[in-house]
T-cell receptor, first 114, second 115 residues
């Protein structure tokens, strides 16, 4: 049971570089989410998707873009990385938005921007 | 503004005693609440939930209490075990009429169970 898989697990970038974080789920879930976790800030929603081909902004969307071309994949892009984007990023998926069916999380991507 | 708040960043409890984790919210349109547990280097996992039509929900050693008038919920763990040491997040979902497709998470409380 793979569940939600995030790649890569760790990455170090220089300021201004770009990269894409990949999230893949094998549970046929409609809803997918990207969060960031920072000390003292909890989990903050960056972007989310309620189905293939859809995306929506969350609480902290600036500096990030997302795409959901296939139902099982949700990509998070950083076009020009900044030190403020140093964080642990979590992807999650759910069949109902996390209300009656919990959100299932990946194990995170630790990203450092120098 | 933080709509879901966990005012205690950390809590230490002796093994076998009761652990009480608290969570406050400000948005009266939240009507479904959840607790997630997170171990280091892992993603959060769902623990227990409660609908606003109830004031209590139990699952084994875990009980969640909801006080709607005070906009407060708490998670009780009895008895506490070393494996309960983790970060606990409370989360809230809006009423279906206001967009229940996402959750709002609190800042988390690190629980340490002392053997």
């Amino acid at each position: 049971n793979a569940g939600v898989t995030q790649t890569p697990k760790f990455r170090v970038l220089k300021t201004g570089q770009s990269m894409t974080l990949l999230c893949a789920q094998d549970m046929n879930h409609e809803y997918m989410y990207w969060y960031r976790q920072d000390p003292g800030m909890g989990l903050r929603l960056i972007h989310y998707s309620v189905g293939e081909g859809t995306t929506a902004k969350g609480e902290v969307p600036d500096g990030y873009n997302v795409s959901r071309l296939k139902k099982q994949n949700f990509l998070l892009g950083l076009e020009s990385a900044a030190p403020s984007q140093t964080s642990v990023y979590f992807c999650a998926s759910s069949s109902t938005g996390g209300r009656f069916e919990p959100q299932h999380f990946g194990d995170g991507t630790r990203l450092s921007i120098l | 503004d933080q709509q879901v708040k966990q005012n205690s960043p950390s809590l230490s409890v002796q093994e076998g005693r009761i652990s009480i984790l608290n969570c406050d919210y400000t948005n009266s349109m939240f009507d479904y609440f959840l607790w997630y547990k997170k171990y280091p280097a892992e993603g959060p996992t769902f623990l227990i939930s409660i609908s606003s039509i109830k004031d209590k929900n139990e699952d084994g050693r875990f009980t969640v209490f909801l006080n709607k008038s005070a906009k407060h919920l708490s998670l009780h763990i009895v008895p506490s075990q070393p494996g309960d040491s983790a970060v606990y997040f409370c989360a809230a979902s809006l009423d279906i009429n206001f967009g229940n497709e996402k959750l709002t998470f609190g800042t988390g409380t690190r629980l340490t169970i002392i053997p």
